[in-house]
Nanobody
């Protein structure tokens, strides 16, 4: 299974970006999908997660500004980010728990996409 993230870039504070992440491979089922981020010199942290039924959970720092969604038919998870702040600057990684045909559920990571918010 491969996860390919896109949509990162440079944006001014207060701006918006939408990240996308597509899972590909012989996927039978995708459970939890999520976004994490890692700022320079810091540990990777949870941003938002969404289960297959649509329930979501967010880090307190992004509540009200970020929205996670998914399209199960397209094996894709999105992260809509508004009112971006310089402290949102980080490499954003998508994550998914995937089950392939004949396999057990596994945790997969994308390569990451850089989001830079200028002040």
């Amino acid at each position: 299974v491969q996860l390919q993230a896109s949509g990162g870039g440079l944006v001014q504070a207060g701006g918006s970006l939408r990240l996308s992440c597509v899972a590909s491979g012989s996927i039978l089922r995708i459970g939890l999908m999520g976004w994490y981020r890692q700022a320079p010199g810091k540990q990777r942290e949870l941003v938002a997660v969404i289960i297959s039924g649509g329930s979501t959970n967010y880090a307190d720092s992004v509540k009200g500004r970020f929205t996670i969604s998914r399209d199960n038919a397209k094996n894709t998870v999105y992260l809509q980010m508004i009112s971006l702040k310089p402290e949102d600057t980080a490499v954003y990684y998508c994550n998914a728990v995937t089950t392939v045909y004949g396999g057990d559920p596994r945790n997969s990571w994308g390569e990451g996409t850089l989001v830079t918010v200028s002040s």
